[in-house]
């Protein structure tokens, strides 16, 4: 279930967004629990010199998400799309987010004895390597030794942040920034950590805490280590969590 629901759940995320009911797809049935938006508008920009920076939003949903592969359980998780607009469209790559985080993705059991038995089995790519999935202390959340969010090694830290059509975030419409430049001064990303899950032989438990902030791109450098978090003042940041932990004395999660 777990590579079903890694390549599966980000697919139907791009689409569920927009919409504020169930969402029947081919590969699952996705349902919004709620969802939220919250927007900063650069009230103090002239302070920053950041006027060309018009807002910056993060809409947050809350989901619940059945699989063909596990029927009698759903997987629970939250997920986030970060947005930010300029004005104009040579101002796009004045900025790049950085996103921070901390917690972790563990397994959970109950032995014969009855005592609950936690194990991190996950990893996750973490500056040019696969790192076990449990951080006690905030570090910079990115792939590769670029901070900014949705970088690539190959293709510098913008060409994969996306574009649509106004308030939308449908996958099947989207287009890389790197590969055609938008119309409108707009571009965001999206991300879903993991999710949380009833397996044959253990519970998937989740316990991150983020921090989505956004910077000039001046100040963000190009190569870093993850725990390098005090690197430059964020223009602003959003916080959100994707908390899901079993509870197997009372009702679950």
Same mark, same amino acid.
């Given at each position: 279930?777990?590579?079903?629901?890694?390549?599966?759940?980000?697919?139907?995320?791009?689409?569920?967004?927009?919409?504020?009911?169930?969402?029947?797809?081919?590969?699952?049935?996705?349902?919004?629990?709620?969802?939220?938006?919250?927007?900063?508008?650069?009230?103090?920009?002239?302070?920053?010199?950041?006027?060309?920076?018009?807002?910056?939003?993060?809409?947050?949903?809350?989901?619940?998400?059945?699989?063909?592969?596990?029927?009698?359980?759903?997987?629970?998780?939250? *997920?986030?799309?970060?947005?930010?607009? %300029? +004005?104009? $469209? @040579?101002?796009?790559?004045?900025?790049?987010?950085?996103? =921070?985080?901390?917690?972790?993705?563990?397994?959970?059991?109950?032995?014969?004895? *009855?005592?609950?038995?936690?194990?991190? %089995? +996950?990893? $996750? @790519?973490?500056?040019?390597?696969?790192?076990?999935?449990? =951080?006690?202390?905030?570090?910079?959340?990115?792939?590769?030794?670029?901070?900014?969010?949705?970088?690539?090694?190959?293709?510098?830290?913008?060409?994969?942040?996306?574009?649509?059509?106004?308030?939308?975030?449908?996958?099947?419409?989207?287009?890389?920034?790197?590969?055609?430049?938008?119309?409108?001064?707009?571009?965001?990303?999206?991300?879903?950590?993991?999710?949380?899950?009833?397996?044959?032989?253990?519970?998937?438990?989740?316990?991150?805490?983020?921090?989505?902030?956004?910077?000039?791109?001046?100040?963000?450098?190009?190569?870093?280590?993850?725990?390098?978090?005090?690197?430059?003042?964020?223009?602003?940041?959003?916080?959100?969590?994707?908390?899901?932990?079993?509870?197997?004395?009372?009702?679950?999660?």
């Amino acid at each position: 279930m777990q590579r079903v629901f890694y390549s599966s759940f980000i697919l139907l995320f791009g689409l569920e967004v927009a919409i504020a009911h169930a969402d029947f797809t081919g590969k699952g049935h996705v349902h919004i629990r709620s969802q939220s938006t919250e927007n900063f508008l650069n009230p103090t920009c002239q302070q920053t010199n950041t006027c060309d920076l018009k807002s910056f939003t993060i809409t947050k949903a809350v989901n619940e998400i059945w699989f063909s592969d596990n029927p009698q359980y759903p997987t629970y998780g939250n *997920g986030v799309i970060i947005e930010y607009e %300029t +004005d104009s $469209v @040579a101002a796009l790559e004045n900025y790049a987010v950085v996103q =921070f985080k901390k917690g972790c993705v563990f397994d959970s059991l109950v032995t014969r004895t *009855g005592q609950v038995r936690r194990m991190v %089995t +996950d990893t $996750v @790519a973490s500056f040019g390597e696969l790192v076990p999935f449990c =951080f006690h202390h905030w570090v910079i959340d990115s792939q590769d030794r670029d901070p900014a969010y949705n970088s690539d090694p190959k293709y510098g830290r913008f060409y994969y942040l996306r574009w649509n059509q106004p308030g939308s975030y449908d996958n099947r419409t989207e287009k890389f920034y790197g590969g055609a430049k938008p119309p409108w001064p707009v571009l965001y990303m999206s991300d879903y950590p993991a999710g949380a899950f009833i397996a044959q032989s253990a519970v998937r438990n989740v316990a991150l805490e983020f921090k989505s902030c956004i910077y000039k791109a001046s100040a963000v450098p190009a190569v870093s280590r993850r725990d390098d978090i005090d690197f430059a003042k964020p223009i602003h940041c959003f916080e959100w969590q994707n908390i899901y932990i079993y509870d197997f004395a009372n009702s679950p999660w």
